[in-house]
Structures are given as C-alpha cells and as structure tokens.
C-alpha cells in the first residue's frame, strides 16, 4: 500500500529499472560475460531493489503510525524480521 499516485508512479518506475538491469544480467550470463561484471551487475541490481524495498516500507510504516495502526505495525515488523 503506498500513499499516493506519484509515490506509486516512482516505486514502479524504480521497479522497472530493476527488472532492466535483470534482464541486462541474463543476457551477460547467457554470454558467459566475465565474472566481475556479471557480480557487479548483481551487486547493482540488488542495491536497487533494497532501495526500493525500503523505500515502500518506509512509507507503509509512515502511514500506519500516522493512522495508529498498530495492528498493521505489527504485521510489517513480522514479516521483515522473519528473514
């Protein structure tokens, strides 16, 4: 659930970008590209998802202590702590 139709807008558009550079990673290792550059393409893929993933629960949490949600709170905290 993020907030608005703009931070809707971003997280697709950075999720997309993510999707491209797995996508540029498939066809490295299809190509049997060297070593470093395909763990430097994963690295930079990675870090972007990251990114993106805390950047959306950033702002659910934002939004569920802006609403005493705390039911909500909980569920969020369960799921990124059962790694």
Request: proline share 0%; hydrophobic share 40%; with cysteine.
């Amino acid at each position: 659930m993020v907030t608005t139709g703009e931070s809707m807008k971003d997280v697709i558009l950075r999720l997309k970008r993510v999707g491209g550079q797995l996508e540029g990673l498939t066809r490295m290792i299809e190509r049997d590209e060297e070593c470093s550059l395909i763990i430097t393409q994963f690295q930079a893929a990675k870090a972007a998802l990251d990114n993106t993933f805390s950047l959306v629960l950033q702002r659910n949490l934002k939004q569920c202590v802006n609403h005493d949600d705390s039911k909500s709170v909980e569920k969020i905290l369960k799921l990124i702590t059962k790694q």
